[in-house]
């Protein structure tokens, strides 16, 4: 059984800065890409960013050069960190990992958290 746990979330004035993070836990042999997707009301889900077993990263146009996504192999873990937050990024934001589960990779997602930005 494998779970993944956000935290992070919560209101901030535009301009501001948030750190989301997100923990995998339990039977995990590997992790592949691991990223952060974003759902706005009435809208779809939408890639915020990923970041690969080596590191590469990428990132929706969107918040390419305010947002930065890391990972923690050691810890199984990925955050991201928004600055110069906009209106606009108000949204449930939910981890994504493609995690190796015995022989099969399979995709899990979090809870979702909500980040709203205040104008």
């Known amino acids: 059984q494998v779970q993944l746990v956000e935290s992070g979330g919560g209101l901030v004035q535009a301009g501001g800065s948030l750190r989301l993070s997100c923990a995998a836990s339990?039977?995990?042999?590997?992790?592949?890409?691991m990223g952060w997707y974003r759902q706005a009301p009435g809208g779809q889900r939408e890639l915020v960013a990923t970041i690969s077993s080596g590191g590469t990263t990428n990132y929706a146009d969107a918040v390419k050069g305010r947002f930065t996504i890391s990972r923690d192999n050691a810890k199984n873990t990925v955050s991201l960190q928004m600055n110069s937050l906009k209106p606009e990024d108000t949204a449930v934001y939910y981890c994504n990992m493609l995690i190796k589960v015995t022989t099969t990779v399979l995709a899990y997602w979090g809870q979702g958290t909500q980040v709203t930005v205040s104008s």
């Open positions: 339990g039977s995990i042999f590997g992790i592949n890409v």
